[in-house]
């Protein structure tokens, strides 16, 4: 259909003066302004790498067991006359008291007979000293009676050549002196005999005198007493029961320590010595007697495994385990606590006593070490804010990892601040927005230095 533009003059008019105003706002417009497109800044936690006090720490778990047991034993036999009313499994008792007495009748009348035999023996000893004396003084009598028979020999003996005498006179003075001579070596004789036989006697009384401590020892014997304060075990006697020699009577625990024996995977021990790669181990005094925690010097707590966090102790290596448990592949580590039964607080922290499950957390003595969280590390990289506030990559090497914490060998230097957030994505020089997680330091400075756990004490 042909429109006729001369029948609507109006509608002309109005499209005309619509070109024209489109013609003028196109060209009043100012032209687009092209911006070039930036990244948005990435908020991030950051800290300081620093080498900050670093202790290795290990965990191994193991039974309580008593660093002293005794088995009290029967050393004589006989009937049980007296038992300690305390004597019970799970008593305690000081140490010196006296909880069993075996009937000592016999004991007693055996030494009253070994002392009678040593004072016989001493007065038989005191007898011969005596007789000596006097055989003593009587040779010197002997000998002058001799001196005097002798002279009134060579008188008469004189007489006798001036034929004024008979010679039975003389015959009868001559057998005076020979017996006053034989008078004299018998009684030399006697005294030379006195020191084998007084050699004699005094052996008897030796023989007597130890015999009589060695009656008094079984007689000690009878009465068994506690030499430490002790926790009563098993009680395997009754009063008026017959025990005979080596028969086990009870059970006493010291009170003073216990040990536990703690088992750990071998490959864990190398988180302990890794502060002495660079320092020569003192084989040479362990060979000679040296305790090995003496070259390690290692520290330890113990704690129950059973969720009192107030139930830690301090305790100290005593010793290594002379092999390895060939089924589990662990190595044990014997640790000392000394006074369990101290400080107890009930529901909080009872007594350490044998068969509790402890978990032993071992400390290497402290040393300089770079330090991170585990979280900071992503696959062997860290990644850094640069002075820029811009990201950077970067490769580490990892020396050792201890729970939430990585030790850092190469690959940062102090004063470099490690990202801590998590990101995605990651792209080399995007820029950060960087906040310093004061507070996280010095978690992560307490965890390192291990005062964290051990303060718990």
């Not at 006296?98 to 038989?124: C, F, G, H, N, P």
């Not at 009577?249 to 003073?256: H, M, Q, T």
């Not at 970067?394 to 729970?403: G, H, K, P, T, V």
């Not at 995605?424 to 927005?433: A, F, K, R, S, Y």
């Amino acid at each position: 259909m042909k429109i006729n533009l001369k029948k609507y003059p109006a509608l002309f008019i109005i499209i005309g003066i619509g070109i024209v105003i489109a013609f003028i706002l196109v060209k009043s417009k100012n032209p687009m302004q092209h911006e070039a497109a930036t990244m948005p800044s990435k908020a991030v936690d950051i800290i300081t790498a620093r080498n900050i006090p670093f202790r290795s720490r290990i965990t191994a778990y193991g039974n309580v067991e008593p660093a002293i047991t005794l088995n009290g034993m029967a050393e004589v036999s006989g009937k049980v006359s007296y038992v300690h009313p305390n004597l019970k499994s799970g008593e305690a008792i000081p140490a010196g008291t006296l909880v069993v007495r075996i009937e000592a009748k016999d004991y007693t009348v055996s030494l009253k007979q070994t002392e009678a035999d040593l004072r016989a023996s001493r007065s038989a000893l005191k007898e011969l000293t005596e007789d000596e004396k006097s055989t003593k003084r009587s040779l010197v009598l002997a000998k002058k009676n001799l001196k005097v028979g002798e002279a009134e020999y060579t008188r008469i003996e004189k007489i006798w050549k001036q034929r004024v005498i008979s010679k039975s006179t003389l015959d009868a003075e001559e057998q005076k002196v020979l017996q006053l001579r034989q008078q004299v070596e018998e009684l030399q004789g006697k005294i030379n005999s006195y020191d084998s036989r007084k050699q004699s006697v005094k052996s008897q009384i030796i023989r007597a005198e130890q015999e009589v401590k060695n009656r008094q020892t079984i007689l000690g014997r009878t009465e068994v007493t506690l030499p430490f304060d002790a926790r009563i075990g098993t009680v395997n006697i009754e009063k008026n029961e017959f025990v005979s020699v080596g028969s086990v009577l009870f059970e006493a625990i010291d009170l003073k320590g216990v040990e536990i024996n703690a088992h750990l995977p071998m490959d864990s021990m190398r988180k302990l010595v890794t502060h002495l790669q660079d320092t020569p181990l003192a084989g040479q005094q362990i060979a000679h007697g040296g305790r090995i925690n003496d070259s390690l010097g290692l520290v330890a707590t113990a704690r129950l495994v059973n969720g009192m966090p107030g139930a830690v102790w301090e305790a100290h290596v005593l010793r290594l385990s002379d092999s390895i448990d060939p089924t589990r592949q662990t190595l044990g580590i014997v640790v000392g606590v000394d006074d369990p039964y101290e400080k107890i607080i009930p529901g909080i922290r009872p007594p350490l006593i044998k068969g509790m499950y402890t978990a032993v957390d071992i400390f290497a003595p402290v040393h300089s070490a770079m330090v991170i969280p585990r979280k900071a590390v992503h696959q062997g990289r860290v990644y850094i804010a640069n002075t820029d506030n811009t990201l950077s990559i970067r490769d580490i090497d990892i020396r050792l990892i201890q729970a939430e914490l990585v030790v850092v060998s190469n690959g940062l230097e102090e004063g470099e601040q490690v990202i801590i957030t998590d990101m995605i994505p990651v792209i080399e020089g995007m820029p950060l927005q960087v906040n310093i997680a004061t507070d996280f330091e010095k978690e992560m400075k307490l965890r390192a230095s291990g005062e964290q756990l051990r303060l718990a004490q």
